[in-house]
């Protein structure tokens, strides 16, 4: 088995066409697309519509190549996105295609493992069991990858279900209360259910600390390798595990660090260097070249600082402060890698340590001379 | 001569009280106090009166220090604010003294150089006459500080003031035609007015090439030393000139380099290299200890691209593009030197090259073992 | 030959469940459809989606009930979108179809007309050959409809495409220049275009007034029936025209009034007393139920001024302007209506008089008892 | 006694000088002047700081005309704002002064009572016991009035200090804990608990009602005259009563009505009818003459609906939901009046009935011919 990946842009949240060309030109086979991780240029908060757009527009083009249709194919292929690419960051999406051949790299190599778990109800995001499901929903998708030790895990992207004004409108008329009456409180909920089902699967937090309470509360407990979104558009969670495996060939790796603060600079220089490549500051264009995804969690520091200055994120009433932390820690991951297609998701709720999050970086193998 | 500075953190926009306490303990002597470059936490566009609240509450603060009101110390005091702070930024200012005692410390030393023009008319801001006016005041800042060679001013602030709604219209019941009748459109003219007039006085452009026509259209012509910012709340021009002159001493020093795009990290480490300063990739606490202040100028680029990859700044409805790039380029800068005390301010309009901009650090020389 | 007009909710962008409810249990024939104006919840900006997203959603739904590409679909059935559904203002859609059979009510009734202009090109949008353009489009409109006096229209919806930032690029890499480079200010010259193009159609301009200067510039002149909204997701220009015609019948009837500012609230009485609806000061329920659509243009009164006091709407960096305005007219006409299914659009150049904009009401007659 | 009411304007938040010439020409005697209700043009949020630039501005103007210093006045003379002026609303602010003297014009006129009470601790910010704090400030307020039936109060303007992320720190440090971290549902909980204790003190809810719990919770528990601002600047909680008493002179009266939603024109109708005002639809020259201040408080429906149709205010994460609904609700009471200076403060939380709130309107009676 080998993972290929694809690192695409798009000019607009209904543009795939960059894909549809190189399914066209056969350097894709469509039936080998496994997953896609992106991001758009919506607002990234409850009311971001061109997550569901983009993904509509994928799943068309796809349907018009494969024998499923639209709905078939959102059912299996995870479509994960992360709303806003504020500064300097670029609309773009990472492409994993599974090809079953042995490629002419040995192992260890990227591999790719995938799950969808059953919906959830609307009271039951953001609590405990809503992490419980999708711990179970990330062991299976490490057995699909057949990464059996944790330790080989370096992402885990989880998207999950949020609740709507309308949605928990609907659940109180039936007697349920959900997690929170606010949108942005209640997808935050959803974002921790998701990294603590993350941190229970891969080891990192013992089951019993994993209680209701815990969840946006005991920021103690963290996963380092968890990458959560939350959208309306979806009702169950899909789950994309990436981790280096012996079983697998190809020119992918990938590398992770945690990052203590948004200012921690020197976990995306370390990530890189575990991949071999030398930021001094930046990339040159010949390593930014082997480059082929970078992934960073991230969140404004809820005591209002970041390290010993005041921050003003979480006091402005303008722009939210998600927007604020991607817009910042995006600016400075793209200025040591020398490019802004970079998926900087906010909301690092229990994602890394309290107040920073992490990073993830795929990079194919230096090219022969 | 010497020049003291002194780095300093605000609660809010009417707090003055870090500055208040360090004339009290008689640090810092009131009537030596010449300028203050900070950041406030308005959104920096034309309804941002954070600026105003704060250069009051310095001005009354000081009254109660000084012989003189308010209105006095606010015209020979430049108190240049820009608004925004994006992201990881941290709301501060910078203290400039000016102490007529020689220092230990021999120089070439920080040197600072001060003028006010006259009152500039609505239907005359962000034009050819605008520019020349501040070109004038420039010079006249530079003979304050005995900088006689361009070659040795590394960073000129200046503040001009800008167009609302209101001051267009009564222009133009006078029969007079404001640059522009957008404030936003406005307060860019009014900024590259004071870029080109830098620029002139510095001998980076030729008196004929400055233009009307020039103005925010021939972005060839720019200055690698002029911040601009633009305000509601003055009506005059205020300049500040910072270099490095054998006349003073002290243990400050500044360092400048244009940044050629927002991504230009290298320029933020090649600056910090001239002062002896290593950031690998971060600067060390003890390193950072020596930062007195850091200058950032940045622009989002209008071909809607940052190198090959689209952002989206420009479209943006919801957040205004200032504040994109400040947020980005400032946790770019912020990573590097470890604090979000950096003065980040968006509209680089001609000053640095097209699309990217400028930093200048003042730091002082290493303290003793 | 009638119109039937249907007002239909949405749950998102995406979700067009309502007509196809109505198709499905055979209320509505899919094949009668002749065009859909609608609110969605985005910012109205260039930056705003939902449009796109929801046209798209459209197109696939009816191409299942038809035997017509989606893309066949949007080049014959226009969907005219206005972004933005400010404070009590809610996502909505007007479905309008054309039944050839007469109806039992005589008329004068509701008549409607359409038509496709060719593409415009970048170069074009926003000056005076694109108003040309339009107002030909408008007569072929009238045509359609056997609307043979200008008297008798009195309302035209028209979409036009803008310019983004990179399709500015893109002209200007050919040597042509786009009206503005500013995506905001070009989507206000589209929009001029388009008034000035139905004025001209309608005999409410001169011909020989009709010159690029005037555009967004001679605020005397202007139409008090078009409505012109612009967006990214098309490239030729649609045209609605809706009238009263004696060769029509059907229940539904259509008025119209200019709005002479923001706080025009009598004219919003006055089409409904037209239509023989009282408002005192609101609708009763039974008035309400014979609503069948609202359709308001307004605009930020540029001198800065609401009647005599100053408003912040064009002053105000966080929120757009049309943003602002939207919502306030929305709030007043949703007052008088009951209802905040009103579509209210922003960017009224030259549509209604300078700083006010229009209305225009399409009532179905009184029930018998 | 009499009340006096000036309706005046600003040209920014830092600009007094309306009131200034009042004083200056002898119109008002400075030392008669006993509150200040008014809006700004700020976002209205935690980080809205035009509400404490305006009121430093107005006490150092104060303080030179009278023997006080700026901090003595702040502690005497209440200065409510409000800051947000969405859409058509204006920024202004009324100016209340108590003379001794009996005027021409029985009673019942206009009274005006005032109070102050001790600061409130961070962690008893927007809990029960703050809500009793307000009615013993509420009831202190009527005895100043003589206002002794609670019949005879109209409007109960409050203001309330709120809780920064920075105070939430100090506290939390300290092991007290904050009713919540999040700076905009703390200031929520804050206005809630002024809201309440306006109620309490009127007789509208019972003592027992009050719990901590009850507080954003139980939305059946609303006063229908209480108008609730927090904000950063102040630690003490300001009242100031208003109501027609017959031991008072004057030509002004002020009546009220709770409005049940966003949409209640009719009762913004009534409340003018109670003055012998008529609005058909919209107040006459000659009676907007005798407009002397207009006070609303509103609030998103938290269910997402206006009457029957979905609004988008509470999922937008691009426009705080307040902006929204003041801008919404201004634009229809403007429309009604016929002018922008229109008091409106969102975060109506038990201010009127759920998802509405109330209006209040001080007039003078007719001039004689």
Not at 10 to 34: C, R
Not at 78 to 100: D, K
Not at 323 to 351: L, P
């Amino acid at each position: 088995m080998q993972t290929q990946v694809h690192l695409l842009t798009m000019a607009h949240p209904g543009d795939v066409s960059a894909l549809d060309a190189l399914i066209n030109n056969g350097a894709i086979h469509a039936g080998q697309i496994v997953a896609v991780i992106g991001k758009t240029e919506g607002n990234g908060g409850v009311n971001d519509f061109t997550r569901g757009y983009f993904t509509q527009s994928l799943m068309q083009m796809l349907s018009g190549h494969l024998q499923s249709s639209p709905a078939e194919l959102a059912a299996r292929i995870p479509c994960i996105l992360s709303g806003g690419t504020e500064g300097v960051l670029s609309p773009h999406y990472v492409v994993f295609c599974r090809l079953p051949e042995q490629a002419a790299d040995d192992g260890p190599a990227l591999a790719t493992g995938l799950a969808f778990s059953a919906p959830t109800a609307v009271e039951q995001i953001g609590r405990a069991s809503h992490a419980r499901q999708i711990a179970r929903a990330v062991r299976a998708a490490m057995d699909d990858a057949g990464l059996d030790d944790p330790a080989q895990v370096h992402f885990v992207q989880i998207k999950t279900p949020c609740i709507t004004v309308a949605r928990a409108e609907q659940a109180r008329a039936c007697g349920l209360e959900p997690v929170s009456g606010d949108p942005n409180k209640a997808m935050a909920y959803a974002r921790a259910a998701g990294a603590l089902g993350v941190a229970l699967a891969l080891g990192e937090i013992d089951e019993a600390a994993l209680t209701d309470a815990a969840l946006l509360s005991d920021m103690a407990l963290y996963s380092e390798r968890a990458s959560v979104s939350s959208g309306v558009e979806i009702s169950c969670n899909e789950v994309i595990v990436l981790g280096n495996s012996p079983h697998w060939s190809g020119p992918y790796r990938i590398a992770h660090r945690p990052m203590r603060d948004a200012l921690d600079i020197g976990a995306v220089a370390a990530t890189l260097a575990d991949l071999g490549l030398a930021a001094s500051p930046q990339l040159s264009p010949n390593a930014l070249e082997r480059i082929a995804g970078v992934f960073v969690k991230c969140e404004p520091q809820r005591n209002g600082r970041v390290r010993a200055s005041r921050h003003t994120m979480l006091d402005d009433t303008d722009i939210n402060a998600q927007r604020h932390i991607r817009g910042a820690v995006g600016g400075m991951v793209a200025g040591v890698i020398g490019d802004g297609r970079i998926f900087v998701s906010g909301g690092a709720e229990h994602q890394g340590p309290d107040g920073g999050g992490l990073i993830a970086v795929i990079a194919s193998t230096a090219r022969d001379a």
